[in-house]
């Protein structure tokens, strides 16, 4: 459908010649609708699969869906079908001149702004619509209860409020700021079509929480939150690689071309080093410890020997943190890695554990500041 204009030049597909409304329709419209059809449909197929492969809860089924949609829809739709017409004449142009890729990226990529508008437009007026009109649900509210709910808490079960399918709407949404930042800077027209996309969003779902979802049901613990992070972490690299594609392309239009190849490299070294610190400082402590718990830590230190691994997983009595560790993590975890801690711990001296009582003898002069109290 993408290259429906080359399907032109053939014998069986020559009725397509010199008609412009049927081309424009099939290399416009129709393949996004196609592509969007497919991808209401996919959340139902994973969920499917998710069950056969033996996952054991709903909320692992969820957090895994919520993971392999993203990155199928990242592949499937991004790269490979928005990108179809691209990468095909990058791949036939390559093959006679194969040190002009780069440059082939430069001008090949921008070309495909026009399908990546038609997806995003698409999804913010009828997926938006979709959302509000609320369809399916509405009709199987009235149908439900009249044809299968033989009892009081069938009845009850049957008009109680929907719950948010969040596994299968925050992929999404991450697909559409990955379509929108990497765009931002090859063609930026496309930025203003995401703004109205999350725009419609953010004034539906707001309507939606409020009076339409039921909330009640969420048992993931908050785990959701950074799988989005790592979605859109996912964007920002693409959207850097490209970046730095570009100014290669560019590597001949001077000495400033140099300088701009230094940023763009210096700009993905940065968001490495932000997403490893995020992986070193938080995602531990979110596997590991209560949120609520977390919060009552860093007001109360002292409340640290509740926990004897912040970080680590939990392993033998005599391997457990002294109170004074525990402590520092609670408290400084969320600012500094946890091995400048551990560093500066050792450099202190502060890092002997007590193995008779998995304490410290004086944990005031251990860690000053931090009160020793023997009741909590």
């Given amino acids: 459908l993408v290259q429906v204009k080359s399907l032109a030049n053939f014998e069986a597909f020559k009725w397509l010649r010199g008609n412009s409304v049927v081309l424009g329709i099939f290399s416009g419209v129709v393949p996004s609708l196609v ?18 492969e033996g996952t054991t809860t709903r909320s692992q089924i969820k957090l895994r869906m919520l993971h392999r949609l993203f990155f199928f829809q990242t592949w499937n739709v991004y790269l490979v079908t928005i990108f179809s017409s691209s990468i095909f004449q990058i791949a036939v142009k390559s093959v006679s001149e194969p040190g002009k890729i780069v440059e082939l990226i430069q001008t090949q990529v921008p070309q495909s702004a026009t399908n990546i508008l038609t997806y995003v437009l698409l999804l913010a007026f009828i997926g938006a619509a979709k959302e509000i ?9 009235y149908l439900v209860p009249k044809l299968f709910a033989k009892t009081p808490r069938m009845m009850l079960k049957a008009e109680q409020p929907q719950d948010f399918k969040w596994e299968a709407a925050i992929p999404t949404h991450s697909l559409i700021f990955l379509m929108g930042f990497s765009y931002s800077f090859i063609a930026p027209i496309v930025n203003w079509f995401v703004m109205v996309y999350f725009g419609l969003f953010y004034l539906i779902y707001r309507y939606q929480f409020l009076y339409v979802y039921n909330d009640s049901t969420w048992a ?10 790592k979605q859109i ?3 920002i690299y693409i959207s850097e690689v490209y970046l730095l594609l570009m100014m290669v392309a560019k590597l001949h239009a001077g000495v400033n071309a140099i300088m701009r190849i230094v940023v763009a490299a210096g700009l993905i070294a940065v968001t490495v080093g932000a997403h490893l610190y995020i992986n070193e400082v938080y995602m531990p402590a979110i596997n590991h410890l209560p949120v609520k718990r977390a919060a009552d830590v860093e007001r109360t230190p002292a409340l640290a020997r509740e926990f004897p691994d912040v970080l680590d997983r939990s392993g033998d009595i005599e391997k457990m943190l002294p109170e004074s560790q525990r402590c520092a993590y609670a408290t400084f975890s969320s600012l500094v890695p946890a091995f400048v801690i551990k560093l500066v711990l050792r450099i202190t001296g502060s890092a002997k554990p007590n193995t008779v009582d998995n304490g410290w003898d004086n944990a005031e002069d251990a860690m000053p500041g931090f009160a020793h109290d023997d009741q909590l």
């Fill in 133 to 141: 009109v609320q369809g399916v649900p509405l009709a199987l509210r």
């Fill in 35 to 52: 592509l969007a059809l497919l991808m209401s449909v996919l959340p139902y197929i994973l969920r499917l699969l998710l069950y056969i």
């Fill in 233 to 235: 972490l996912v964007g």
């Fill in 220 to 229: 993931t613990g908050g785990l959701s939150f950074p799988k989005s992070i």
